[in-house]
């Protein structure tokens, strides 16, 4: 009886362990999901879609806990419109959550990058990252004196004389060189516009340094294209102080994909074949 009686209570008291012990881990999620957090944006390879990016964006604006936002920036640029349409959904964020936006630069923030780390309220980079490339470019190729050696002459009907500017089928005339100088520099212009919007301080010197160079993070530090030199952990901290956020927050990486590779090699079939060659882009 002594036996059963022993055995029951050691049965009781590892019940209650257990109960004890589920309820303090529960306890330890529940503030855990209630801690502050940065949610950690990844902006990798050359830009050719906005999608995956503005997704996420829209994802975490009614994240209570997310208080800051950083971009891993680690990007040579990419296709003028994918880069502008991350710029701006950014700043929309910004405005409609009051969340803070932080830039950290890898190895490379160019070109179209550079011009998404515009809608951060900072931008770090280490000193031997490459930030700058500000400018446009867009690059046509022709057929015309392959098409003569087969043979093969295309007939075009148009509806103005400038729709098939950039045809591969001809070569561009002085007229279609000039029209789409214009257009590059429209662009340029528009680019430079916006760094000046976000580094007044750039206003005197802005033709200088935009010509397409690209800087160490070092210079770029020291000619005001980046607001501080650190690492990742740097733009932490930096979060942390502009989100005002007391204790250690919790990091959020995005989760990874199953099928990586796959993905970006079909993303960029599709943007080398409808974007690239055919539209001026930020390289």
């Known amino acids: 009886m002594k036996g059963l009686l022993k055995f029951v209570r050691n049965i009781f008291l590892f019940v209650i362990i257990v109960l004890a012990i589920r309820g303090c881990l529960s306890l330890i999620k529940e503030r855990e999901q209630k801690k502050d957090a940065i949610y950690v944006m990844k902006l990798e390879e050359t830009i050719f ?41 950014l700043l929309k964020f910004k405005e409609e959550t009051g969340k803070k936006l932080v830039c950290s630069i890898e190895n490379i923030g160019a070109s ?34 392959l098409m003569k050696e087969v043979k093969i002459k295309p007939f075009i009907i148009k509806s103005g004389k400038f729709k098939d500017t950039g045809s591969p089928f001809r070569t561009p005339n002085e007229i279609d060189i000039n029209y789409l100088q214009d257009v590059v520099m429209k662009l340029y212009n528009n680019f430079k516009e916006d760094v000046v919007k976000k580094r007044p301080q750039l206003k005197d010197k802005i033709d ?76």
């Open 49 to 89: 879609s906005s999608e995956k990016i503005i997704s996420e964006i829209r994802k975490i604006k009614k994240a209570k806990e997310i208080k800051a936002v950083i971009i891993r920036i680690n990007s040579p640029g990419g296709t003028i419109g994918a880069s502008q349409e991350i710029y701006h959904e």
């Open 112 to 145: 179209g990058a550079y011009y998404v780390s515009l809608a951060c309220d900072k931008v770090l980079a280490l000193p031997g990252s490459i930030v700058g490339s500000i400018g446009v470019i867009s690059i046509f190729f022709t057929v015309e004196e």
């Open 208 to 283: 200088e340094i935009a010509d397409g160079r690209v800087f160490t993070g070092k210079e770029a530090f020291e000619l005001g294209l980046i607001d501080k030199l650190g690492s990742f952990s740097d733009a932490v901290s930096t979060a942390i102080e502009l989100a005002q956020i007391k204790e250690e927050p919790k990091i959020i990486w995005p989760k990874k994909r199953e099928f990586p590779f796959l993905e970006e090699l079909m993303q960029k079939i599709k943007a080398e074949i409808l974007s690239k060659l055919f539209s001026p882009t930020f390289m």
